[in-house]
């Protein structure tokens, strides 16, 4: 497992660890609003008058709904973080941050290109004609592939960057494929609204606005340089 793959685990075990909490929390929190509620005799109407016993019991069956109302909206919550964590345990999509990703895109174009052989084989041993859909769909697949394949190999053989603009230092994080550009003060609301836009956001990590490196041909329209 390289770096980028102990991550991304690292990543779906927080959110697994989330979303237990989340869940327990809930239950917690349903447990609590349905103690009081049985408290409570069945089809007791509320108190009625002006004294602070009246008060009391509207505020007591107030805070039963907040509590069931609280526990209902986050076990909602609990069930999207569950989604999400099965999702990205599902995502068999490569990833340009991943180290390995030429070789696993690599493999991925040797196992297109087999199966499409092996699909061109059966259809010639049966004498009938591919459809043109599956002809396009597995050949668009296929470029695409290589294009990426390619891409990935020049970025490859960038060396990392760093230059300035101003007072505003960028860096070109080959490796990692990230720009970061650092201001010497926090930029305004304008250019902080700009950046975001454009993909960038902050990380208190590197102490800079950050962004994936295709966005690094943005920069100076975002400076406006």
Not at 15 to 38: I, Q
Not at 130 to 147: D, E
Not at 178 to 190: H, L
Request: glycine content about 4%; proline content about 4%.
């Amino acid at each position: 497992m390289n770096s980028f793959e102990e991550k991304r685990a690292a990543r779906i075990k927080r959110l697994k660890a989330r979303a237990e909490k989340v869940r327990d929390s809930a239950e917690a929190t349903y447990r609590e609003a349905h103690d009081m509620a049985s408290g409570i005799p069945l089809g007791q109407p509320i108190i009625t008058g002006r004294g602070s016993r009246t008060i009391a019991d509207i505020n007591f069956r107030n805070k039963i709904h907040s509590k069931f109302e609280k526990s209902f909206k986050q076990s909602k919550y609990a069930d999207e973080l569950k989604r999400r964590v099965e999702a990205a345990e599902n995502n068999n999509a490569i990833s340009s941050d991943d180290p390995n990703a030429i070789p696993k895109l690599e493999a991925k174009l040797a196992k297109e290109i087999a199966d499409y052989e092996e699909l061109k084989r059966k259809a010639k041993e049966q004498e009938v004609k591919l459809p043109s859909y599956v002809r396009a769909n597995t050949t668009a697949r296929i470029r695409a592939i290589k294009q990426r394949i390619e891409i990935l190999k020049k970025r490859s053989e960038r060396k990392d960057k760093e230059y300035e603009i101003g007072e505003i230092r960028v860096v070109e994080c080959i490796s990692e494929n990230r720009v970061r550009i650092y201001f010497p003060d926090k930029p305004d609301a304008e250019t902080r609204s700009l950046l975001k836009r454009n993909g960038f956001r902050w990380s208190p990590s590197n102490g800079a606005w950050q962004g994936y490196l295709s966005s690094a041909y943005k920069i100076k329209s975002i400076l406006g340089d």
